[in-house]
């Protein structure tokens, strides 16, 4: 793991008020998390279950998951609201290649617990790690249908990269829209409103 994750890491837990007043507390994922972490996943309707790209209903991914932390290639970041997990936002970087200066950024948040600025309470701190594990860019992919997120992505400082008609197939086999958002962390600095 890169020396600075490690050491931003030492910041956390850290706490947030959401828009309801309650408090958050944003931590690492921890091994001890698997069941509530699953439990999270269960929270999510099947017609959402789609835009997450792992069988996140089976148990034995996510405590693969947790069993194998390596937060420099994976640092999913959790949202605990009443003690329960109930968001998590993830920073995957590529260690080597072509994309290794792009971070990869992705979010979730239990129904129960939207509107309440937790998903741009999660980004924001990814992308403050991002940039301090000197990642230059990040995106994040969506389909067609998460209009929500994509609206939150660009008021946090993402453009549109591409959009391909069609392009992926979900568990039906049916087709949707692919859509690529990025965020070029060396410019869009002040723009971006991290930490707001
Ligand atoms: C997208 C998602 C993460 C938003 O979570 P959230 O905690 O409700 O988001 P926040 O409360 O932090 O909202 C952040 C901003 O996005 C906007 N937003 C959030 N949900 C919205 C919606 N359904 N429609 C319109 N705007 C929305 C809000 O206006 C808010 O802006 P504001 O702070 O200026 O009011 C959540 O709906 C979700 O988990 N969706 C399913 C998974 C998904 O699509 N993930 C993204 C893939 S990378």
Redesign the pocket.
């Known amino acids: 793991m890169s020396f600075s994750i490690e050491l931003e890491l030492q910041n956390f837990p850290k706490h947030i008020k959401l828009k309801d007043g309650k408090k958050a507390v944003l931590r690492q994922l921890l091994p001890t998390d698997e069941k509530e972490f699953h439990q999270l996943f269960q929270g999510i309707p099947e017609r ?1 279950r789609m ?1 997450i790209k792992h069988r996140v209903q089976d148990v034995k991914v996510i405590r693969d998951w947790c069993k194998n932390i390596d937060y420099g290639r994976n640092l999913p970041l959790m949202g605990i609201v009443d003690k329960k997990i109930v ?1 998590a936002a993830t920073l995957h970087q590529r260690l080597g290649g072509w994309k290794r200066h792009i971070g990869r950024v ?4 239990h129904p129960d ?8 309470g999660l980004i924001s701190e990814i992308l403050e790690i991002a940039r301090l594990a000197s990642l230059e860019r990040v995106e ?1 992919a ?1 389909i067609g249908e ?1 209009d ?2 994509m ?2 992505f660009s ?1 946090l400082g993402f453009n549109q990269l591409v959009r391909l008609d069609d392009y992926v197939k979900d568990m039906q086999a049916v087709t949707h829209d692919y859509i690529l958002m990025g965020l070029d962390l060396r410019t869009d600095e002040e723009y971006a409103g991290v930490g707001g």
Do not use: C, H, N, P
């Not at 992705?106 to 948040?109: I, M, P, R, T, W």
């Not at 617990?113 to 741009?120: D, E, H, Q, S, V």
């Open positions: 959402e835009f968001g992705s979010v979730l948040v617990y939207r509107g309440r600025g937790l998903a741009r994040a969506f998460q929500a997120a609206k939150m008021m």
